[in-house]
């Protein structure tokens, strides 16, 4: 019964779910109803795109304004040289529906910012961040907690990478880091040396966090960071909480708008 | 190679232009391209690996593309080692693939081992994970070691004179008290983040940089979103790599272990 409306192929496809008690044919089903919007498909995007499609999630959204370019390829595994000089969107979409037809791809060739960000992220359950810029950090993190969506947090700089996942109502990325560093503080990520495996460990970790907002599996990394250090090989987890004093999602917010947002943003802090 | 492709890592100062030069003349051994294979296969080769041999007897199974994002579905049906090159060589076309459509036996592991720099397991038997650890301590190879159920895994990283696998599990489970990935099932993400690891290690041994997880094991739950890394010492008693080992020779590997890798006494 329960089973019923999922296909004959679907039953063989996802034979791995179904086996496990936290998924089964009711998550299964509650995934390939789900719909998450990955913005950034580099780096991180990257693999949050290929598991999340590999596991069934029915709309995938894939936002980036970006070209592939011969450097992406040291790690943005999505892409290959097929899809050089050409949007990262169509390239990623393209690799999506091959890989599983189930999954419906919204390619949406666009820079997310403070026109769009609210216009695009409330046709999504959830939402994951895979940007590489402070601005559009607070950006995401503001727009998701004004539409109470969930944002599914990671980001990579050298060889350190962190993790954690913003419930509405229980902290937000301000609260975790309530200025931006100063202007110039942190290299340009142009100019910051990667190495190809962060970002899979943490996109990965991304794509699972999602996959249990979607499917309420297990306990989430909600107040809680996970910083890991490739060089040392270490994983470490800080707790952090939800700040009243915080202008998004605090007792006495003064965000209340993502025109706010970009007033307290700055137009000009460092990239990273 | 040209030098635009891997700029990000050149910059790197863990990895620098001789550490990319390192990586472009090196070769990996990864021991199944299923679930952990996938990302391993596809991270070494984006890093700049020079040539990595793919060794698996499998096809392609729709019941594997929950998990293994090396394949798209028209590959169901082709041998996995086959649909693997063809996906790294859209990465890389200068990568050199040696597409190996067999198993991994007594006989033929030390001939492996021999060939390449390093061996990542990507395998789900455990009889085959003690021979490649077995293999490794006994030809002085480094092994990444890698497991994955449900919603995790493990990883170490077995270099010679260190602890081994056998110095953490003396044998393996008893085939009747684990449960197969077909029966307990499996998460996509959590082949992803254990195959990411072992990758990591693969590119830290060849370069010879940073921690490894020799003498530590990685410890990963993604359903608590829990991972730990612990210590572990060398067992001055390991069936393997102690001076009182029982496993000594791989032509008498099957006198010495049974068909599931348990030490005969």
């Not at chain 1, 060089?231 to 605090?250: D, S």
């Not at chain 1, 007792?251 to 460092?270: C, F, K, N, W, Y």
């Amino acid at each position: 019964m329960a089973e019923a409306s999922l296909t004959a192929e679907q039953r063989q496809r996802y034979a791995r779910h179904l086996a496990l008690a936290e998924i089964g044919p009711a998550g299964q089903r509650r995934l390939l109803r789900s719909s998450v919007l990955i913005v950034g498909v580099g780096a991180l995007g990257s693999p949050v795109a290929l598991y999340l499609a590999a596991a069934g999630v029915g709309t995938i959204g894939l936002a980036d304004h970006d070209h592939v370019r011969l450097s992406n390829l040291q790690r943005q595994v999505i892409h290959s040289m097929a899809g050089l000089n050409r949007s990262k969107v169509d390239g990623a979409a393209r690799t999506v529906g091959a890989l599983n037809p189930d999954v419906k791809v919204d390619a949406i060739e666009a820079t997310v910012d403070e026109h769009n960000a609210m216009e695009l992220l409330q046709r999504y359950d959830v939402i994951v961040d895979g940007t590489d810029t402070f601005h559009a950090r607070y950006l995401l993190s503001d727009a998701a907690y004004l539409l109470r969506k969930p944002l599914v947090h990671g980001s990579i700089f050298r060889i350190e990478g962190q993790v954690t996942v913003f419930v509405p109502g229980r902290g937000c990325y301000r609260c975790l880091y309530p200025e931006p560093p100063p202007a110039g503080a942190i290299e340009e990520s142009e100019q910051a040396g990667v190495l190809a495996t962060l970002p899979g460990i943490i996109g990965t970790i991304q794509a699972a966090e999602t996959i249990k907002q979607i499917t309420r599996a297990g306990d989430p990394l909600v107040n809680r960071v996970l910083l890991h250090d490739t060089m040392a090989m270490t994983f470490r987890e800080v707790r952090y909480r939800r700040n009243p004093a915080c202008p998004t999602c605090g007792d006495r917010p003064s965000i209340t708008s993502l025109a706010d947002s970009h007033a307290v943003v700055g137009a000009d802090e460092g990239r990273r | 190679m040209t030098a635009e492709r891997h700029h990000r890592q050149r910059i790197l100062a863990e990895v620098g232009e001789e550490g990319q030069r390192r990586l472009a003349r090196a070769s990996v051994a990864i021991v199944g391209v299923g679930g952990l294979g996938s990302p391993v296969a596809l991270y070494l080769a984006a890093a700049g690996v020079g040539r990595l041999g793919l060794i698996d007897d499998q096809r392609v199974e729709a019941s594997n593309l929950n998990r293994q994002v090396a394949y798209e579905e028209c590959d169901i049906g082709r041998a996995k080692v086959e649909a693997a090159a063809g996906r790294l060589l859209l990465l890389d076309p200068a990568l050199r693939v040696d597409a190996r459509q067999e198993n991994v036996r007594a006989s033929n592991v030390a001939e492996l081992f021999s060939e390449y720099d390093l061996v990542v397991d990507g395998t789900d038997a455990f009889e085959t994970k003690f021979l490649l650890n077995d293999a490794a301590v006994l030809v002085g190879k480094p092994l990444v070691y890698g497991a994955v159920l449900q919603w995790g895994g493990q990883v170490t990283t077995i270099v010679p004179g260190g602890p081994c696998l056998r110095c953490l599990f003396s044998e393996p489970p008893d085939p009747d008290s684990v449960l197969t990935c077909e029966q307990a099932g499996i998460i996509g993400a959590a082949t992803g983040v254990v195959g990411s690891v072992q990758a990591e290690e693969a590119l830290k041994v060849l370069l010879g940089v940073g921690m490894l997880l020799s003498g530590r094991i990685f410890q990963h739950d993604g359903l608590r979103g829990e991972t730990r890394v612990t210590v572990f010492p060398k067992d001055p008693d390991c069936p393997a790599c102690s001076p009182r080992a029982r496993i000594t020779d791989l032509q008498r590997y099957a006198e010495q272990v049974s068909p599931r890798g348990h030490v005969l006494t």
